[in-house]
C-alpha cells in the first residue's frame, strides 16, 4: 500500500488528508439484552486469526486437515462466518447495507453462525443469482437468527478527502 500512496503522489500529484465527520451508521446491538444472542450464534472453539498467522507464518497456503472453515464466505443471500469475532460480521453489513456498522453488542471471544436473508438487488443491469424470495430482509434475519438489530445512529467516522490531483505525468 505504501507504493501505491507513493504512485498515486508521484504521478497523479495526489494530495489527500484524513478527518473525522460525524456521519450515519448502525450500530449491531442484541435485540433483546436481557435474553443474549440466539442458539444459532455459536461461540467458536477455535481462533482463526490465530490460525491464519501461524499458517502465513509457516509458509501454509490453507488450514490443516481438520481444521474447521474459518473466516467469512457465503452466496448470495447467505453469510457463513467461522472463528472471527462479530467485528467480522459488522464489515460484511457495512458492505450489504451501504452504511457503516459497528459492533455493539458486547459479545467477545470467536463466533460461528449462518445467516440467512433475501438479498437485496441494487445494482442494475449485473446479472447476480437469485437468493431465495421467501427469506426475510437482512433486518428481520438479524433478528429472528441471530438475536441482533441494526440501530440507526451517529457516530464519528474516519473519513478521506481528496485535496487535489491532476493528470498523470508522462512515463
Not at 464466505?73 to 462479530?86: H, V
Not at 434475519?141 to 438475536?147: D, M, P, T, V
Request: proline share 8%; net charge neutral; charged share 20%.
Amino acid at each position: 500500500m505504501l507504493a501505491m500512496r507513493t504512485l498515486l503522489a508521484d504521478r497523479f500529484k495526489l494530495k489527500v488528508h484524513h478527518e473525522q465527520r460525524v456521519m450515519d451508521i448502525y450500530a449491531l446491538v442484541l435485540a433483546r439484552p436481557a435474553s443474549g444472542p440466539r442458539a444459532s450464534l455459536k461461540q467458536s472453539t477455535i481462533d482463526c486469526e490465530a490460525q491464519v498467522q501461524a499458517a502465513t507464518r509457516d509458509g501454509l497456503t490453507r488450514p490443516a486437515p481438520g481444521t474447521p472453515a474459518c473466516g467469512l464466505s457465503g452466496t448470495p443471500g447467505q453469510i457463513r462466518i467461522g472463528g472471527f469475532p462479530l467485528s467480522l460480521l459488522a464489515n460484511a453489513l457495512s458492505r450489504m447495507t451501504g452504511r457503516i456498522v459497528i459492533d455493539r453488542t458486547g459479545l467477545t471471544g470467536n463466533w460461528d453462525l449462518t445467516l440467512t436473508f433475501a438479498e437485496q438487488r441494487s445494482q442494475p443491469g449485473v446479472d447476480l443469482p437469485t437468493s431465495d424470495p421467501s427469506a426475510p430482509s437482512i433486518f428481520t434475519a438479524l433478528q429472528e437468527q441471530l438475536g441482533f438489530k441494526l440501530e440507526s445512529t451517529k457516530a464519528p467516522v474516519d473519513v478521506l478527502v481528496i485535496d487535489g490531483a491532476e493528470h498523470p505525468t508522462p512515463d
